[in-house]
């Protein structure tokens, strides 16, 4: 499904114009990120988790030459969905 699907999907199902559909997108993908950067965790009740952990640096392998390189550390965003929606998808 595409951003655009979605929002249509968004309009049609609450009743109002794909516009205003839009704006409410963004705003919950705003709201996503600044809790994702202020606790790290955000809990959508009957979706799922969004968390960012910190994944550790580490070596790797460059598959063309073979030649050994660093992998820098960074903070990853993970998502873990509900049972609920893991048993609708099933």
Same mark, same amino acid.
């Given at each position: 499904?595409?951003? =655009? $699907? !979605? #929002?249509?999907?968004? @309009? $049609? %199902? @609450?009743?109002?114009?794909? =516009?205003? @559909? ?5 705003? /919950?993908?705003?709201? #996503?990120?600044?809790? !994702?950067?202020?606790?790290? %965790?955000? &809990? !959508? ?6 968390? /960012?952990?910190? *994944?550790?640096? *580490?070596?790797? *392998?460059? &598959?063309?030459?073979? $030649?050994?390189?660093? #992998?820098?550390?960074?903070? /990853? !965003?993970?998502?873990? @969905?509900?049972? =609920? /929606? ?5």
């Amino acid at each position: 499904m595409t951003k =655009s $699907e !979605l #929002i249509g999907q968004i @309009a $049609e %199902n @609450a009743g109002i114009s794909k =516009s205003e @559909a839009d704006k409410a997108y963004d705003a /919950v993908v705003s709201a #996503i990120i600044s809790g !994702l950067k202020a606790d790290g %965790n955000v &809990p !959508l009740t009957g979706i799922g988790t969004f968390k /960012v952990t910190h *994944r550790a640096g *580490r070596s790797g *392998r460059n &598959p063309s030459t073979g $030649e050994t390189i660093q #992998i820098a550390a960074k903070n /990853v !965003l993970k998502f873990k @969905a509900s049972k =609920s /929606v893991e048993a609708e998808i099933d």
